[in-house]
């Protein structure tokens, strides 16, 4: 590393990143308004599901052949990169001066946001197979991919409405609603994960809804997440090296 220092924590690494992408997401989430959905929805579900699944295979296929290696594993090293960065895409859309037409920027905004469930089990699932390839089945790799989104998208639902009730019935200092919000987002994540649904999903929904409705101090809650996805994004970029 820099400097000759060493980090091989992969436990602290897998937290930090996990819990910066759930920031990221939020923020995303906050940003993204209804209209969006009525533009992009089914382009960038489709994007999520068949073209993760188009992109692992076709990669997966050459990574066999270009490395010489089992296909599980050239499988494997194609889902660890089958799903859009969405640290990456945000950063770019909301921070990076890319200018695009309005169906375009909600396809992408959506499809970073909700692939990461079908990835999430591609990678999983490829990792049991080359580990005990005999005790998988395709019964549990469709049971996993349904726990994942169910649970991911009520608990998203769930909470986002609630949340999005209770927030502006809440008289705090201005500082506080913007801190309120990113603990509530990070809670919603870490429940979502510990009931084995997709925590990124649910935090993804939870803020759009939020973001859609009026919150007290919004203007204010808005640059000081912004200011959060900002770090997010240094820290998940400098632990990942």
């Known amino acids: ?14 937290f930090v990143g996990q819990a910066a992408l759930a920031c990221i997401l939020l923020d995303g989430g906050l940003r993204t308004s209804f209209k969006s959905f009525r533009v992009g929805l089914k382009p960038a579900i489709t994007l999520a599901t068949w073209g993760v699944l188009a992109t692992v295979m076709i990669l997966g296929v050459f990574v066999t052949w270009m490395l010489d290696v089992d296909w599980r594993f050239g499988l494997l090293l194609a889902a660890i990169v089958g799903s859009t ?22 396809t992408l905004e959506l499809e970073s946001g909700a692939n990461d469930p079908l990835a999430i089990l591609l990678v999983t699932g490829l990792i049991e197979l080359n580990v005990d390839s005999a005790g998988q089945t395709a019964l549990g790799f ?10 991911g998208l009520g608990m998203g639902l769930f909470f986002g409405y609630f949340l999005s009730r209770l927030l502006p019935k809440i008289h705090l200092a201005e500082g506080m609603y913007a801190i309120l ?6 809670a919603v994540f870490s429940a979502t994960n510990l009931l084995g649904g997709s ?9 759009i809804l939020i973001g859609n409705h009026k919150v007290r101090s919004t203007e204010h809650v808005m640059r000081v997440m912004d200011s959060f996805a900002w770090l997010s994004q240094a820290v998940l970029f400098v632990v990942l090296g």
């Open 1 to 14: 590393g820099i400097l000759g220092i060493e980090f091989s924590q992969y436990e602290i690494a897998n």
């Open 85 to 106: 960065d969405a640290a990456a895409v945000f950063s770019l859309l909301r921070n990076g001066g890319v200018k695009l037409n309005d169906r375009v920027q909600a």
């Open 142 to 151: 469709l049971g996993l991919l349904l726990r994942q989104l169910s649970f």
């Open 181 to 186: 919000i990113l603990s509530a987002g990070l």
């Open 199 to 207: 925590g990124f999903l649910a935090v993804f929904v939870a803020g």
